[in-house]
């Protein structure tokens, strides 16, 4: 990754070219995607993230506010992340995007669909929060805490993945369907959790910004949009999906019957759905 200096301060990147501007493959040239990731990830987590999307794209994979070497700028508020986004692309050259927002990062991302349609060819939302989480308090505060912690959020990733997959979202019926290609997804996306310190301001702004959510301008995107959910996802109610498909124009809405908040069982398939849907 590198740290590039936009109109608004600094921002960590990394790139990933795509098969086509390596040479490999011929066909059409994708716009860019650029990928808003979830919570307590980074840089790191949207190229994993990445995988879900054809080779031949290229990707942009930010550290949001707070993560690893991004600061927090302006506000902090999804709103925010959005017009840093702006700033990236400016900075970096790049005209126009394909937005992905995942789970936590789904605000921004629809923030700058809606604000930005010229940047934006479409928009993907996977798993993403579009309204506020509630929570009962005890196990909010229970998340809080244990998401801020090293000591404490290490050995749940190296050693208790189990729980940690419950903890992300995933019942317990769904893990005992895992396959190879889930196994290591899940390693790979539960190795860009770690270490915490350097996520942890990232963390307490996304904690802060997706239980105090407003209202977001989702009827003011007219964009292709595709949201991609798992009716039992445990930490981002497919409700929410719904809901957002009523607001957001024309947009499409693709449903796994299970597979969690991590779409086991899904991700060979959701390239394919992403073809197919947004063009």
Aim: glycine share 8%; proline share 7%.
């Amino acid at each position: 990754s590198e740290v590039i200096t936009t109109r608004l301060g600094t921002v960590e990147v990394a790139r990933r070219a795509g098969l086509q501007a390596s040479g490999h493959t011929g066909g059409p040239v994708l716009s860019p995607a650029l990928i808003s990731h979830g919570i307590c990830g980074g840089f790191d987590q949207a190229l994993t993230l990445g995988d879900i999307l054809n080779p031949a794209q290229a990707i942009i994979a930010p550290s949001r506010f707070g993560y690893l070497r991004s600061p927090q700028l302006l506000g902090g508020t999804p709103e925010d992340q959005a017009e840093a986004y702006v700033a990236l692309l400016d900075a970096i050259g790049i005209e126009k995007v394909t937005m992905i927002g995942v789970s936590a990062g789904g605000p921004s991302a629809i923030h700058f669909a809606a604000k930005y349609p010229q940047r934006c060819e479409a928009l993907i939302l996977v798993g993403a929060v579009s309204q506020q989480i509630r929570m009962p308090w005890p196990v909010e505060q229970a998340q809080y805490h244990l998401f801020k912690k090293n000591y404490v959020m290490w050995p749940i990733a190296r050693y208790f993945r189990p729980t940690l997959m419950s903890i992300l979202g995933v019942e317990k019926n769904v893990q005992r369907q895992m396959t190879d290609v889930d196994q290591k997804w899940f390693d790979d996306l539960a190795d860009t959790l770690l270490p915490v310190p350097p996520r942890r301001k990232g963390f307490e702004l996304d904690f802060r910004n997706v239980t105090q959510l407003g209202a977001l301008p989702a009827d003011q995107i007219h964009i292709q949009t595709l949201i991609i959910h798992s009716e039992d996802d445990q930490l981002v109610p497919a409700r929410q999906s719904k809901e957002l498909q009523d607001k957001i124009p024309g947009a499409r809405l693709h449903l796994y019957k299970q597979g969690g908040h991590l779409f086991f069982g899904a991700k060979p398939e959701m390239r394919v759905v992403i073809e197919s849907n947004i063009r």
